[in-house]
């Protein structure tokens, strides 16, 4: 399949432990913020997004926060299973900027059965 | 509903043809974005489409072309290519804003 990113950071962790990915965005005028999941060979998969209005927000075993004052972004996925292996990208629109969105680098989850 | 859909799948051209990449959004969806994606550079904004007009532009060069139709679907050209143009370009539909960005498969273009 293809390859999503050669030499991306790579969390591995345990299946059933809780993940943490983390992203820093760059602009401070953003105000939606989205994370994608990336599995081989497919495009980016929506999974969470959130205003710049709210600091937390919850979906079905996954939360999202912000921190505005260090400009920082964390996904947070509960009992996490093996087919939560991929890329993690985080993604940024700028406001004013329309549907333009910047991608962070990208983190690959790894679960270990 | 039926996804995003790009096509071709993969390509392989030659150094300095062109190439005209396709992406028909979901039923509905008015804007389309396409975004580069390598190893290197991670995931790049290309442009914009909102009803047949170019909305934004990202940092690339002119070779670097689209357009799109009063279907909504869109097309993306590349002139002249180089071997750095090798990429996965992957197009993204919305009904208007941003949320709701939908991703298509993505094609997968290989300049030898």
């Known amino acids: 399949g293809e390859s999503v990113g050669l030499h991306l950071p790579t969390l591995s962790v345990q299946e059933g432990d809780n993940s943490i990915i983390n992203c820093a965005y760059s602009?401070?005028?953003?105000?939606?913020f989205i994370w994608y999941k990336q599995e081989s060979g497919k495009g980016p998969q929506f999974i969470i997004d959130?205003?710049?209005?709210?600091d937390k927000r919850q979906g079905q075993r996954v939360t999202v926060l912000l921190n505005k004052t260090v400009k920082h972004l964390s996904l947070q996925i509960a009992a996490t299973q093996p087919g939560d292996s991929a890329v993690y990208f985080c993604a940024e629109n700028p406001s004013g900027g329309y549907n333009k969105l910047i991608f962070g680098a990208g983190t690959r989850l790894a679960v270990h059965p | 509903k039926a996804g995003v859909t790009q096509t071709p799948r993969y390509l392989i051209k030659t150094r300095g043809q062109q190439v005209t990449l396709s992406c028909s959004p979901i039923?509905?969806?008015?804007?389309v974005s396409w975004y580069q994606q390598t190893p290197g550079q991670g995931l790049q904004f290309l442009f914009e489409y909102f009803s047949e007009t170019q909305r934004n532009k990202g940092n690339f060069p002119g070779r670097f072309s689209g357009r799109q139709f009063s279907n909504s679907r869109s097309e993306m050209n590349v002139s002249t290519l180089e071997l750095g143009d090798s990429a996965l370009y992957l197009c993204?539909?919305?009904?208007?804003?941003?949320?709701?960005?939908?991703f298509g498969s993505g094609t997968r273009l290989t300049v030898v």
């Open positions: 602009n401070s005028a953003s105000d939606y």
């Open positions: 959130i205003r710049s209005n709210m």
């Open positions: 039923s509905g969806h008015r804007s």
């Open positions: 993204a539909s919305s009904f208007e804003q941003v949320d709701g960005y939908t």
